[in-house]
């Protein structure tokens, strides 16, 4: 594990009971299980507490601005197809501000795998309601409780085009290894939805207790469902949470639907593109 992290970037910043340390590991674990070359391995994250992501793993890894992960990783994918590309962050930043990049890598298959950590709040910048605030939920900026209605992200992802989602809270390691795996060896666009918690900011707004509370909520709050029509895995607060994978499917993508269509028009003279 040491091997694939920035030891001399330990300690980390997240606060302790934090789930982004289970999230981090487990990538790793996955990583390592599907015999993937880490040095034909990129990572990119926005910004925010789960943003840090980058910074601690030993691959080529991109910490870039807020919301735009995924068109980075869009970037990194289109100039080397052959680099297997990681998107770690935050519910905010690929949810809030880079909802139009997630839903459009998502439409076009872009072969990248998207580990979306939600914590239900923007944490790193004090806890203010987020798109995935689930309904009465508190945050800083929703002192009467949250009464805009949440995406719900394996949902979006499926609607939008993504080939394989999932959702794992940071209890199920193994189950959330497995997934992580399964999406890295996907082509095409896979979401794998982490719940995880924030003791800092959500538990203590809502008063919820500890990171342990939480962890203890999700054991005995999640519901496993496989294959579960993802219009019935919306999060309510402090209800039942559905877990599983929901979607593992084909669809062409980006640089398959590209080389097709530029074989159609251009014949013999188009060379595959390989970057
Ligand atoms: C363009 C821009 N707008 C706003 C911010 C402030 N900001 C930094 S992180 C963040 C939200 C982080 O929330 P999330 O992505 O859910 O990550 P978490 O900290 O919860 O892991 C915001 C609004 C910023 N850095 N850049
Ligand atoms: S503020 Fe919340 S999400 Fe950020 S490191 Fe602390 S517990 Fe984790």
Redesign the pocket.
């Given at each position: 594990m040491e091997n694939l992290l920035r030891m001399d970037r330990i300690p980390h910043i997240w606060c302790p009971t934090c789930g982004?340390g289970t999230v981090l590991t487990a990538w790793v674990s996955a990583l390592e299980k599907a015999g993937i070359d880490p040095k034909m391995t990129a990572v990119v994250s926005?910004?925010?507490?789960?943003?840090r992501a980058a910074g601690y793993l030993k691959v080529d890894s991109l910490h870039t601005?807020?919301?735009r992960p995924v068109a980075f990783a869009t970037g990194v994918k289109l100039g080397n197809p052959n680099i297997n590309v990681s998107v770690i962050?935050?519910?905010?930043?690929?949810i809030?501000?880079g909802g139009n990049h997630f839903i459009h890598a998502a439409r076009k298959n872009m072969d990248i795998t998207v580990i979306c950590?939600n914590?239900f709040?923007?944490?790193?910048?004090g806890g203010?309601v987020?798109p995935t605030t689930p309904i009465t939920g508190y945050a800083t900026t929703s002192p009467y409780g949250n009464f805009e209605h949440p995406f719900n992200i394996p949902h979006l992802a499926e609607s939008c085009g993504a080939v394989y989602v999932a959702r794992w809270t940071v209890l199920h390691v193994r189950r959330l290894v497995n997934a992580i795996t399964e999406a890295l060896l996907k082509p095409g666009f896979s979401v794998v939805e982490v719940i995880s918690p924030?003791a800092n900011y959500y538990a203590r707004i809502n008063r919820l207790g500890t990171g342990l509370d939480l962890m203890k909520f999700y054991h005995d709050n999640s519901v496993i469902k496989n294959g579960e029509d993802t219009r019935n895995v919306a999060i309510d607060f402090q209800k039942p949470i559905i877990v599983g994978k929901f979607i593992d499917r084909e669809r062409p993508t980006f640089l398959d639907s590209y080389n097709k269509r530029l074989k159609e028009v251009m014949g013999d003279k188009f060379k595959r593109y390989e970057g």
């Amino acid at each position: 594990m040491e091997n694939l992290l920035r030891m001399d970037r330990i300690p980390h910043i997240w606060c302790p009971t934090c789930g982004l340390g289970t999230v981090l590991t487990a990538w790793v674990s996955a990583l390592e299980k599907a015999g993937i070359d880490p040095k034909m391995t990129a990572v990119v994250s926005g910004i925010g507490c789960t943003g840090r992501a980058a910074g601690y793993l030993k691959v080529d890894s991109l910490h870039t601005t807020h919301g735009r992960p995924v068109a980075f990783a869009t970037g990194v994918k289109l100039g080397n197809p052959n680099i297997n590309v990681s998107v770690i962050s935050g519910d905010g930043d690929l949810i809030a501000i880079g909802g139009n990049h997630f839903i459009h890598a998502a439409r076009k298959n872009m072969d990248i795998t998207v580990i979306c950590v939600n914590n239900f709040i923007y944490a790193m910048t004090g806890g203010q309601v987020a798109p995935t605030t689930p309904i009465t939920g508190y945050a800083t900026t929703s002192p009467y409780g949250n009464f805009e209605h949440p995406f719900n992200i394996p949902h979006l992802a499926e609607s939008c085009g993504a080939v394989y989602v999932a959702r794992w809270t940071v209890l199920h390691v193994r189950r959330l290894v497995n997934a992580i795996t399964e999406a890295l060896l996907k082509p095409g666009f896979s979401v794998v939805e982490v719940i995880s918690p924030c003791a800092n900011y959500y538990a203590r707004i809502n008063r919820l207790g500890t990171g342990l509370d939480l962890m203890k909520f999700y054991h005995d709050n999640s519901v496993i469902k496989n294959g579960e029509d993802t219009r019935n895995v919306a999060i309510d607060f402090q209800k039942p949470i559905i877990v599983g994978k929901f979607i593992d499917r084909e669809r062409p993508t980006f640089l398959d639907s590209y080389n097709k269509r530029l074989k159609e028009v251009m014949g013999d003279k188009f060379k595959r593109y390989e970057g």
